[in-house]
């Protein structure tokens, strides 16, 4: 969502002031965390490692975390690939607006709030299992107008579309398998379970962006 809002204020404000959005919001996000009076023990750093070493263990031992994990870490892997030249592509390649740019990431974030909503009923009429791998099989069809497209009104509504259908699927196979690895996770390991996940899952986004980088400029 945040994605979507800024590229929405880009385009109503202009970069320079969206960046001031976002200086705006980085001093918010600063002052709600000096409010936080919770009180901890100083660690060690070897008690940290102990830690880091723990939540691999455990989500290793467990078959669900473990294919959970990856199928999230391979996914967002491939879609770094993706959105590093996403927005580039449309906004020089197919000359879309920054007004339609914002727009359709209006509809993505749409479709991300619809397939969160979906995904109990979903979950339940088919079962959390079929519904993800359904989820997964129809996103790479949802790239398939981008192979496809031109400039143009009815290109960028099929683009529109296309993201909305891809945004829900992430969002219904999003908000199934967290909640399945917060139920079978240990009360004691939910942090570490997380961390896990979300070091591995974003971790490789950097890696595809700058190697991206690097083969445009070259």
């Known amino acids: 969502m945040?994605?979507?809002?800024?590229?929405?204020?880009?385009a109503l404000l202009g970069p320079a002031r969206a960046l001031l959005g976002d200086v705006l919001s980085y001093l918010v996000s600063a002052w709600c965390t000096a409010r936080i009076q919770a009180l901890e023990s100083p660690r060690?750093?070897?008690?940290?490692?102990?830690e880091i070493c723990e939540g691999l263990r455990y989500v290793n031992g467990d078959y669900r975390l473990r294919t959970l994990?990856?199928?999230?870490?391979?996914?967002?892997?491939?879609?770094?690939?993706?959105?590093?030249?996403?927005?580039?592509?449309l906004l020089r390649s197919l000359a879309m607006s920054a007004t339609a740019f914002g727009v359709l990431l209006g509809l993505g974030a749409l479709g991300a709030a619809a397939g969160a909503l979906a995904a109990p009923?979903?979950?339940?009429?088919?079962g959390p299992g079929p519904?993800?791998?359904?989820?997964?099989?129809?996103?790479?069809?949802?790239?398939?107008?981008?192979?496809?497209?031109?400039?143009?009104?009815v290109w960028q509504f099929a683009i529109g579309a296309?993201?909305?259908?891809?945004?829900?699927?992430?969002?219904?196979?999003?908000?199934?398998?967290?909640?399945?690895?917060?139920?079978?996770?240990?009360?004691?390991m939910q942090a570490r379970m997380q961390t896990?996940?979300?070091?591995?899952?974003?971790?490789?986004?950097?890696?595809?962006?700058?190697?991206?980088?690097?083969?445009?400029?070259?």
């Open 131 to 153: 519904m993800m791998l359904a989820a997964l099989a129809i996103t790479p069809l949802t790239q398939v107008p981008l192979l496809l497209a031109s400039s143009g009104l």
């Open 2 to 10: 945040g994605g979507n809002l800024g590229a929405a204020l880009t």
């Open 44 to 50: 060690s750093a070897s008690e940290g490692r102990t």
């Open 121 to 126: 009923s979903l979950a339940a009429r088919y």
């Open 196 to 218: 896990v996940s979300t070091w591995l899952t974003s971790g490789a986004r950097p890696v595809c962006r700058f190697r991206n980088s690097v083969d445009t400029s070259a």
């Open 162 to 188: 296309a993201l909305f259908l891809q945004l829900a699927c992430a969002g219904a196979a999003g908000t199934t398998q967290r909640t399945i690895r917060q139920v079978v996770t240990a009360d004691g």
């Open 69 to 89: 994990t990856l199928v999230n870490a391979t996914t967002s892997f491939a879609l770094a690939l993706l959105n590093t030249l996403w927005a580039l592509y």
